[in-house]
């Protein structure tokens, strides 16, 4: 027993002692020392002294404009059906489908005390249905009044039983860098959520040859058509988009200017339709090898590479090789410097346009016009709206004049020839042209009537 008793002693102090020497020797620590010291550890980075007692810091106060925002935004639920095969049966013999309802939702900026309501296009796309919730929990349907996809701008309108409380538009150009800023909208089917960040930066193109805010204030699936607010509670911007790998926010988000949006929502009310001035100028992207070996990806400004025949840009004598330095008296750095403001304004407004030539610095006047070249869907031809010298010499008052052929049809001799119909319905201009080419199937059949600059008619037939 005392042998045992010995032997047990031992084997618990060898124990310890192969314990003791791993924790010396081998178990790093899981902890940090921690002192109480009135002292903390600080690491020179300016020699200029910061004043937390300095206005900009104590003046920062966003409470006035988030109440003052957030019972003008709303939530859009868009309900829609989809139509899907209810059995295995119904899919092969086309038998009754399934109307399977869906519900997307999103936020909205109310723009007006009797219910009109500026949102995103893709919100309220394909809606069969819309209701509007607001602030105070009471819910409208909504009809559309109008929309315009490529600036993603939609005006919906509810009959509200009391005037509203809403935002009007402020002036988007007068946003600064660095400013701060609030997103107000419905992220996740959460109401009346206020994110803070400052404006990153303007004028951002994602490809879309648009004019983005883009900010750091979290905005996520349910913002879009969101308020975007600067400390004054301004309107200067909607919430559109955010860039991201996994569908949720990850650091930077992105608003149509409250400019491009006013604009948009004016001509609905106003003209039933978007009115689009264009100045006629083309510029390469600066990506390209051409732009990249002419070193016009260099260039502060935009670079003018081609000038539309018979546009504000032609007739006010703008050239290629040109640098457009300043329109008005907004500068311009880059495309979407351009385009942002251009889409702000309509046929018929001048700009004051500053270029850079040969060395010296011009001012020209340049009237905006109609757009009268179009790249038609499916084909991917580029047409244009025949002028009177055009219609004298094809012999024609009605047609498109084409253009642009892109390399998959450049073997058919198209470029240069007026299309009169497609599948025998008449072409009078390029909108006519856009829908015709965009009813297109991709697995018909499609004849197209060509008359040449000799008077000569011919019918392709393309499958």
Do not use: C
């Amino acid at each position: 027993m005392k042998k045992l008793a010995s032997l047990f002693m031992v084997a618990v102090l060898a124990g310890a002692v192969t314990l003791g020497a791993y924790k010396a020797f081998f178990e790093k620590p899981q902890y940090e020392m921690i002192e109480d010291s009135t002292e903390m550890s600080v690491f020179t980075t300016s020699n200029k002294a910061v004043s937390y007692d300095n206005p900009a810091y104590s003046e920062i106060n966003f409470t006035i404009a988030a109440e003052n925002t957030v019972n003008a935004v709303v939530h859009v639920k868009n309900l829609t059906t989809n139509s899907s095969p209810g059995s295995l049966f119904d899919y092969f013999y086309g038998s009754q489908d399934n109307q399977r309802p869906q519900i997307g939702t999103g936020s909205g900026v109310i723009i007006s005390a009797d219910g009109y309501i500026v949102t995103n296009n893709h919100v309220i796309a394909k809606a069969n249905e819309l209701r509007v919730t607001l602030n105070n929990n009471k819910t409208y349907e909504a009809e559309i009044i109008g929309t315009d996809p490529n600036t993603d701008i939609a005006l919906i309108k509810i009959e509200p039983d009391n005037k509203l409380p809403y935002l009007a538009f402020g002036d988007s150009d007068n946003a600064k860098i660095g400013e701060w800023v609030l997103a107000v909208g419905n992220p996740f089917n959460l109401t009346s959520t206020v994110t803070a960040g400052i404006v990153s930066a303007k004028a951002r193109d994602l490809g879309r040859n648009q004019s983005f805010i883009q900010t750091d204030a979290a905005v996520n699936p349910g913002n879009s058509g969101g308020a975007l607010v600067n400390t004054n509670g301004d309107l200067i911007g909607i919430n559109t988009a955010i860039t991201s790998q996994t569908g949720s926010y990850v650091g930077y988000s992105f608003a149509v200017p409250s400019n491009i949006a006013k604009k948009v929502v004016e001509d609905i009310m106003e003209y039933g339709n978007v009115q689009k001035g264009i100045l006629g100028i083309q510029s390469p992207r600066l990506s390209t090898p051409y732009a990249m070996q002419n070193g016009i990806n260099e260039i502060d400004g935009v670079y003018i590479d081609d000038v539309e025949e018979d546009s504000g840009a032609y007739e006010a004598d703008l050239r290629p090789g040109d640098v457009i330095k300043m329109v008005d008296e907004i500068k311009v750095r880059k495309f979407a410097d351009l385009t942002g403001y251009v889409s702000t304004k309509r046929p018929g407004d001048q700009l004051n346009v500053t270029i850079e030539r040969e060395g010296k610095e011009l001012s020209l006047a340049v009237t905006l016009k109609e757009r009268q070249t179009i790249v038609v869907p499916i084909m991917g031809l580029t047409v244009k709206n025949l002028t009177e010298k055009d219609k004298e010499i094809f012999g024609t008052d009605v047609g498109v004049k084409i253009t642009g052929v892109p390399e998959t049809y450049r073997g058919y001799g198209l470029d240069g020839k007026v299309i009169l119909k497609i599948d025998d319905e008449n072409v009078n201009d390029i909108y006519e042209a856009k829908t015709l080419f965009g009813a297109i199937s991709r697995y018909g059949k499609t004849v197209i009537t060509l008359v040449d600059n000799k008077g000569e008619r011919e019918r392709i037939v393309f499958q």
